[in-house]
């Protein structure tokens, strides 16, 4: 079982940054790649970012390659989602999720945390 919280959301000025966290509770993070996705209003929810929990490897979307990059801290069982040049269009509800390594399929899910970016 995997627990995910994120926090780190809120209203920013288009060009500006916010850093989103995902708190991790997992018997054993090395099983599992955690991703963020992004759904915007009357959008399907999208891929932005993964990270291997084990080895650190990462792959980004190219909307927001240059832009943002994910990252894991061990000590802290936590995913980061810096977000730089913040654009309008980056408006949207953003989940933390795990799926095992051998899977294609996030299993998990937090409660997502609204980023909002204004022109």
């Known amino acids: 079982q995997v627990q995910l919280a994120e926090s780190g959301g809120g209203l920013v000025l288009a060009g500006g940054s916010l850093r989103l966290s995902c708190s991790v509770s997992a018997r054993t993070l090395s099983d599992y790649t955690m991703g963020w996705w992004r759904q915007a209003p009357g959008k399907e929810r999208e891929f932005v970012a993964r990270?291997?929990?084990?080895?650190?490897?990462?792959y980004a979307s190219n909307f927001v390659k240059g832009r943002f990059a994910i990252s894991r801290d061990n000590a802290k069982n936590t995913v980061y989602l810096q977000m730089n040049s913040l654009k309008p269009e980056d408006t949207a509800v953003y989940y933390c999720a795990a799926r095992p390594v051998r899977s294609l399929n996030y299993n998990y899910w937090g409660q997502g945390t609204q980023v909002t970016v204004s022109s």
């Open positions: 990270i291997n929990w084990s080895d650190g490897n990462t």
